[in-house]
C-alpha cells in the first residue's frame, strides 16, 4: 500500500475509510510515498502554483522583474530564485488582494489573531476546504483518533483557524464533536465527564487550565475519561507537554499551523511524539537563516519558510513564518516518509532583547517548569526606569506550596532565579503569587508585557 504511485497532479481527493476491520497506519498513503516521488509531485505543484498566483499583482510584478514563468522553474533548487512574501505584504495590499481566484469561488473566510497591525484575511475555495480537513485528519488520525472517539474542540470558532479547521478533520476522521468551544472551563469538565469524551483539544495552556479547574471541582483529573489531546497554537515546551499529561492522564500531541497558510494542518505529530511530520505533498518548507535568508544545515534552528503547493484560494510563495524551528530528515520509526519539524523554539519577532541578550519567553517557561511548587503560569514584565532593562517574572505559586514562611519562600524564589540564569543567563527579580491570581486565556496566552519604550 506505502509503495502505491501517486500520479501527478492528482485531484485532492477524499480519502476513502479504511477497509472495515484493517487499521491503516496512515490516513492517506501519500505520507509514506518514497521522497523522490514526492519531490516530482511537489516540482510539478510548485509549477501550477506558479500558474495560479499570476494574477495577483503582488506575484505579476515580481515574476516580471525577476523573470520568472512556470517553464523557468525546472528544479526544486529553483525555489530560491522566487520571492519572499512576508506579513507586511499582506497588511500592505487591499484586504483580499492576494486572492488568486474570482469572487465567487471563495466558499470562507478566515482572520489572523494578532493584537498589532491591521487583520490579514485568508481565503478558502470549496477545494481548500476539503483539502484543510483532509491534512487535519492526517495529523489527528497519526495521534490515534479513530472513528469510535469523541473529541470536545475548546479553541475559538470563528476566524481563528483553530475551531473550524479541527471541528471538520475530527468529522473528516469520522469521530464525533462535541463544539464547546473557548471558554467556561468548569463546562468542559461537566460536558467531558457527562459525555465520556475520549478526545480534547484546545492550546496547551488551555489544557493545563482545565486540569487546574478539575482539581478546583473536587475532580482527580488524571481520572477525567479523555485519552488524548491534540494541542497547538502557541509554544510550549516538553516539560509542559509533561505535566499535561501527568495532570490529565493522557497523551498529548503538538500540531502546528497559521492561518495565512492554512491554519492548523500544515505540520503534526504520530505516536512517536519526536517532531512534527510536516505534510510536504502540500507545502514546500525551508528552513533558512532569518538574517542571511540562505539554507541553515539540517538540524539547525532557522526561521520556517512556507510555500503552498496546492492551495486555490490564496497560494502564498515563500511566506516568512517568523517562526523558529529545525528539520529533521531522518527516517520516523511511524513509517511516514516526511521530514519533521521540531517543537517552535520561539519567533524571530517575540525574541525578547533584554540587555543585550535573546531571549525567548519559552524559555522563562523552561525554567519554571524546572522548580517543583510553581505553577505554569506566569506574566514576564519588561521595564527600562533607567537605562538598563529590568525583568520581573510573576509567577504563581501550588496552592500546597504557598506557605507564609519567608524563608521557605525566599528559597523557592532563589531556585527560580538559578533555573532562569542557568538557562537565559539573565538575572531576573521574581514575583511569587498565590494560586489563582494570574488572568487565564481561553485561547492564545499572553505571557510578556514590555513597558519599554524600544
Ligand atoms: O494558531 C493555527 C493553529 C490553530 C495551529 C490551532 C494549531 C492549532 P494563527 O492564529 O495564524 O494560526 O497563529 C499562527 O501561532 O505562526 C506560531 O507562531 C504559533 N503556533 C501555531 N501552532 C503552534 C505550535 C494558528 N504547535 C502562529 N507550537 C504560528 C508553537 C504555534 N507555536
Not at 146 to 166: C, D, E, M, P, S
Request: hydrophobic letters at 35%; one cysteine or more; aromatic letters at 6%.
Amino acid at each position: 500500500m506505502a509503495n502505491q504511485p501517486i500520479p501527478l497532479c492528482h485531484a485532492i481527493r477524499k480519502k476513502p475509510q479504511p477497509p472495515a476491520g484493517l487499521d491503516s497506519p496512515f490516513w492517506d498513503v501519500a505520507e509514506s510515498q518514497p521522497v523522490e516521488e514526492r519531490q516530482s509531485l511537489q516540482l510539478h505543484r510548485l509549477r501550477e502554483t506558479i500558474s495560479r498566483v499570476r494574477n495577483v499583482p503582488f506575484y505579476q510584478s515580481a515574476f516580471r522583474e525577476m523573470n520568472i514563468t512556470p517553464e523557468s522553474i525546472r528544479t526544486l533548487d529553483d525555489l530560491r530564485r522566487l520571492p519572499f512574501t512576508t506579513k507586511a505584504d499582506l497588511r500592505d495590499s487591499p484586504p483580499l488582494g492576494f486572492c488568486a481566484v474570482p469572487r465567487e469561488d471563495i466558499a470562507r473566510i478566515h482572520g489572523s489573531t494578532g493584537t498589532t497591525g491591521r487583520q490579514t484575511f485568508v481565503a478558502y475555495t470549496a477545494e481548500d476546504l476539503d483539502l484543510w480537513s483532509d491534512l487535519c485528519a492526517r495529523f489527528l488520525y497519526a495521534g490515534g483518533l479513530r472513528k469510535n472517539h469523541l473529541v470536545q474542540i475548546a479553541f475559538g470558532y470563528g476566524l481563528f483557524t483553530g475551531g473550524f479547521g479541527l471541528h471538520y478533520g475530527v468529522e473528516r476522521v469520522g469521530a464525533a464533536v462535541v463544539p464547546a468551544a473557548a471558554g467556561n472551563t468548569q463546562r468542559h469538565i461537566t460536558l467531558m465527564r457527562d459525555l465520556a469524551v475520549d478526545v480534547l483539544v484546545c492550546t496547551p495552556s488551555y489544557a493545563l487550565s482545565i486540569a487546574e479547574t478539575a482539581r478546583a471541582m473536587g475532580f482527580d483529573s488524571a481520572q477525567l475519561p479523555i485519552r488524548y489531546g491534540h494541542f497547538g497554537g502557541e509554544p510550549w515546551t516538553q516539560d509542559m507537554r509533561r505535566r499535561i499529561e501527568q495532570e490529565l492522564g493522557i497523551l498529548a500531541f503538538n500540531n502546528y499551523g497559521l492561518s495565512e497558510i492554512i491554519g492548523p494542518g500544515v505540520s503534526g505529530e504520530c505516536h512517536e511524539q519526536n517532531g512534527m511530520h510536516l505534510q510536504e505533498d502540500h507545502f514546500l518548507v525551508e528552513c533558512l537563516d532569518p538574517e542571511t535568508l540562505e539554507p541553515v544545515e539540517e538540524g539547525e534552528v532557522g526561521e520556517l519558510v512556507i510555500t503552498s503547493l496546492t492551495r486555490r484560494a490564496m497560494p502564498l510563495i515563500r511566506y516568512r513564518t517568523r517562526d523558529l524551528s529545525s528539520l529533521d530528515s531522518r527516517p520516523c520509526p511511524c513509517g511516514r516518509t516526511t521530514r519533521r519539524m521540531s517543537r517552535l523554539t520561539g519567533r524571530t519577532d517575540d525574541m525578547l532583547i533584554i540587555r543585550g541578550v535573546n531571549v525567548f519567553p519559552s524559555q522563562i517557561e523552561e525554567a519554571l517548569l524546572r522548580v517543583e511548587g510553581t505553577a505554569p503560569h506566569y506574566m514576564i514584565e519588561i521595564d527600562r526606569p533607567g537605562s538598563l532593562d529590568e525583568v520581573t517574572v510573576h509567577v504563581e505559586v501550588h496552592p500546597q506550596t504557598f506557605s507564609d514562611r519567608m524563608d521557605r519562600m525566599q528559597a523557592l524564589r532563589d531556585r527560580i532565579d538559578r533555573e532562569i540564569h542557568s538557562i537565559t543567563g539573565l538575572r531576573v527579580k521574581v514575583v511569587l503569587l498565590g494560586p489563582q491570581t494570574l488572568e487565564r486565556f481561553t485561547g492564545k496566552a499572553r505571557r510578556v508585557n514590555d513597558h519599554r519604550k524600544l
